[in-house]
């Protein structure tokens, strides 16, 4: 968000009152912004270059206020408070005016067809008669400056050019010419330069410089004259000295070139209305023409103000208000979007200024809106359907991979999701396409080019760039790679890979396919053919020939594994032998990784596919449910209805992530629509109740929740038979032996919960082996051993040792230890070696073993 910094007095005295920070803070609140910090200049000073710095500094306060990104009228003191006054209710929105001039003719600005290499557009104006003061000047430029940052990206889409109307005289020719061609003495220097001469002279300036690169390599470069021939400005880089406005300007004139022209319009816009109150006709502005190299002309500023009409129905729906629409229409007039009810139904007829470039869409409004009535106004409610957060299965899945891989003795690596053309082409033995890669359109770097297709190449990048450590390498990652996709509204989507590399001076084609078969294990799919995995031989370019198979799983391949080709191995600058395993997993989830979100169903929709409307599929059956008993009790009785809401309490269904008959069958066990007092039962059943028609093609339960109804007892008392059914010949208790069965269950679970406790941990532990190297051959190695030995931590064991020859009679140490992962780390155990300095030069990891 863009920083406003404005004085504290100066501010209070515009707005007419004097605030405390408190109070001042709480307005900034109300009216959707933020006072990120009270300071002055010479805090600023201090803080960033040092007190020395900060002496002659000023001590005025200063209020550093956050602003909306899209909010480009409130990034000057004038925009701010006359924002501030109108959400007060202080002071009406001011009508922006376009006048022609007092002499009939206005001021041209002429482009030609050279500025079409560079920058094609540009706009104009004058504030006439205008009356600056120093505050009033500063501000004027820091608009400028906060303007390039923000909506002009650094000058790249739009650069603006203000001048003294009085030092020059029109027409205005905009135009392109190459940069030896160009000589004028530009802002704040004492000689003329050449555009060229310029570009060197601005590479040191701190400011100047980030703006170079704009136009450096064009052949040529924009430039605007006057009707003698005298330089305005070399856009986007600096303006001319001749036209510089002081104090004492009358009569500014305001131009902008750009790139992008719906910019241009704006930025003039924001020049004009924030600081035409000072002319002498407040909020006027003096119209200028620009004439194209076609011959069309067009007159700026536009200052046009559009009206839009939304429903007071929408705005309460969004914000969980309850206002009426005269109420509404006067909240968005604070807001300085003017507004009034149209008398048709709920109609509110909005009228969006020049200044708020930011509302684009019926949502904007309603965001006013909610920031008049106040955020802290709005009513906390409970949602009427919601669900329990769960991790998305594809990312539960991948969590519990990586464990169990690692376990496995791989060692997870993370490569960057974009990488050049040739690293999934060329080095892997492909055409880029084949690929089907999607490229991006202007890659700051060579190295950045496409989003990647294949997890191969960063692994095997990773595994050049640890070429130095001990064999083998055993690396895995697991993420998403970027594939074109017609059927997607992005025409791309996310595939989630595994891929593992196994580094050696052997192929170790049976690590690889050991990994490939502890995989299928965790994610319980049996080794044959049809219902389970397989592999068969495969052709592939990135793979020696005959050395690459293909993986089926359920009859459909995921992915490959083999031997890598030396020519791969090579490309990536390796040296050694190198077996690679790449997979998808979205097939294991049984269904597809992308979940449909809830959202409106568009009206086109309803209408095609005739959707329920609300009071249709609101209609619940009236028939009595077969069955209340459940295993909650009895859903006809608040005792019943209790327990279910407790069950739901944290839950979106019955059982799973997903709506189920098991969700259905329960539904139609409770007789009505539950009490609002069971929230958790009454969001899980109005959830339900939406599934209406969908209810035969979910999918079964899995447990019964619903228990079978009682049969009816009969009502002739005299029968025999009806004598006989009520006396149990065998003297059996079922509820008794229920109960019993239940006390049992418990007793055992709870013995079993502590015999489990009282179970010791597994404790990971590895087997290191160290070489501790001496100074020289005449170290006493007896006492570097007794040194080393003397190291003692929880969780290390010291083990046999060795002395073993380096040459020239130097021999170093070679000690094994055992070690508790979570207690002691290498680290530590080299840094505690080589304290002992006199006698140890340096310590090495010779090999690390999981136990």
């Known amino acids: 968000m863009p920083t406003v910094g404005v004085k504290r007095d100066l501010l209070f005295k515009a707005l007419g009152r004097t605030y405390t920070d408190e109070e001042f803070d709480e307005l900034c609140f109300e009216f959707g912004l933020e006072l990120d910090e009270i300071t002055s200049e010479k805090d600023i000073i201090s803080r960033e270059q040092g007190d020395s710095k900060a002496s002659g500094a000023s001590d005025i306060i200063l209020y550093k206020i956050d602003v909306p990104a899209n909010r480009y009228d409130l990034l000057c003191l004038e925009g701010l408070v006359r924002g ?16 022609t001039p007092a002499s009939g003719e206005p001021q041209k600005l002429i482009i030609t067809k050279e500025t079409a290499a560079v920058r094609p557009h540009a706009v104009a104006a004058v504030l006439r008669n205008i009356t600056f003061t120093q505050e009033r000047y500063d501000s004027f430029i820091e608009l400028q400056e906060k303007l390039h940052q923000n909506i002009c990206r650094k000058r790249s889409l739009v650069a603006i050019g203000t001048h003294d109307l009085d030092t020059i005289s029109g027409p205005f020719t905009y135009t392109a010419k190459p940069p030896g061609d160009i000589i004028f003495k530009p802002l704040n220097q004492t000689k003329e330069y050449t555009a060229t001469q310029l570009m060197s002279l601005y590479k040191t300036d701190s400011h100047l410089r980030h703006y170079l690169h704009i136009i450096e390599d064009k052949p040529v470069y924009p430039i605007i004259y006057d009707s003698n021939g005298i330089v305005l400005s070399m856009p986007p880089i600096i303006n001319g000295d001749h036209s510089k406005i002081t104090l004492k300007t009358k009569n500014v004139f305001i131009e902008c070139t750009a790139t992008d022209l719906t910019k241009a319009k704006i930025v003039l816009d924001m020049m004009v209305t924030m600081f035409s109150e000072y002319c002498s006709q407040p909020f006027t502005v003096e119209e200028a023409e620009v004439v194209y190299p076609d011959g069309k002309t067009c007159k700026y500023p536009e200052l046009a103000y559009r009206k839009e009409k939304l429903s007071s129905e929408f705005i ?18 604070r807001m300085c979007l003017l507004s009034q009810a149209t008398g048709v139904g709920d109609e509110i007829e909005v009228e969006i200024p020049p200044t708020r470039s930011d509302v684009i869409h019926a949502c904007d409004i309603m965001e006013d809106a909610a920031i008049a009535y106040g955020f802290n106004n709005v009513t906390r409610t409970t949602p009427r359907t919601y669900t329990i957060a769960n991790q998305f299965p594809l990312n539960k899945l991948t969590e519990l991979l990586r464990q169990d891989l690692a376990a496995a003795g791989f060692t997870e690596a993370l490569n960057f999701a974009l990488c050049s053309q040739e690293d999934i082409a060329d080095k892997i033995g492909k055409k880029i396409t084949e690929t089907r890669a999607v490229h991006i359109s202007n890659p700051k770097t060579v190295e950045f080019q496409v989003a990647r297709t ?3 190449p960063g692994l095997l990048k990773t595994v050049a760039a640890n070429r130095k450590m001990p064999l083998p390498l055993k690396l895995f990652e697991i993420s998403d790679v970027v594939l074109k996709d017609e059927t997607k509204d992005v025409g791309a989507r996310n595939s989630r890979r595994f891929c593992a590399v196994y580094y050696n001076k052997s192929p170790g084609f049976e690590v690889i396919h050991g990994l490939l078969d502890r995989t299928m294990q965790l994610l319980e799919v049996k080794s044959s053919r049809g219902d389970g995995y397989h592999i068969q031989a495969a052709d592939d370019s990135t793979f020696f020939p005959g050395r690459c198979a293909e993986i089926f799983v359920r009859g459909k391949s995921v992915g490959r594994l083999g031997v890598l080709h030396p020519d791969i191995i090579n490309c990536f600058e390796l040296t050694m032998p190198c077996s690679a395993l790449e997979m998808d997993i979205e097939p294991f989830l049984g269904h597809t990784a992308e979940t449909t979100l809830t959202h409106d169903v568009p009206m086109q929709e309803v209408l095609q596919h005739k959707f329920p409307t609300r009071d249709e599929s609101s209609q619940a059956p009236s ?10 009790g009895d859903t006809s009785t608040p005792a019943g209805l209790k327990a279910l809401n407790d069950f739901l309490a944290d839950k979106s269904y019955m059982e799973g992530f997903t709506v189920s008959q098991a969700d259905t069958a329960m539904f139609d066990a409770i007789p009505s629509a539950p009490s609002p007092t069971f929230c958790h039962l009454s969001r899980w059943y109005n959830h339900i109740k939406s599934f209406h028609r969908e209810r035969a093609g979910l999918p079964s339960a899995q447990s019964q929740f619903v228990l079978p109804a009682t049969p009816p007892s009969s009502k002739n008392n005299t029968s025999d038979v009806d004598d006989d059914d009520d006396i149990d010949l065998f003297g059996s208790d079922d509820e008794a032996e229920g109960a019993e069965a239940a006390r049992i269950k418990e007793q055992r679970l709870a013995e079993y919960a502590a015999k489990k406790s009282k179970k010791p941990a597994l404790i990971a532990k590895s087997s290191i082996l160290l070489d501790v190297k001496p100074w020289d051959d005449e170290t006493d190695m007896s006492k570097l051993e007794e040194c080393v030995r003397s190291v003692s931590m929880d969780g290390l064991l010291w083990g046999q040792s060795k002395l073993v020859p380096v040459g020239y009679g130097i021999k170093k140490l070679q000690i094994g230890c055992v070690v508790e992962d979570d207690k002691v780390g290498t680290d530590l155990l080299e840094e505690a070696i080589t304290a002992f300095e006199e006698y140890v030069q340096s310590v090495d990891v010779a090999a690390f073993n999981k136990i």
């Not at 501030?84 to 006048?99: G, I, S, T």
């Not at 969004?318 to 909240?331: C, D, F, M, P, W």
């Not at 028939?623 to 909650?632: H, I, L, M, N």
């Open 84 to 99: 501030l006054q109108v959400f007060k209710n202080k002071l009406e929105a001011p009508r922006y005016r376009r006048v």
């Open 316 to 333: 309460n729906r969004k914000v969980g208000i309850n206002e009426s629409t005269e109420n509404i229409a006067q909240l968005l007039t």
């Open 454 to 456: 294949t997890l191969l």
């Open 623 to 632: 028939s009595r449910p077969a069955s209340t008993k459940t295993v909650f």
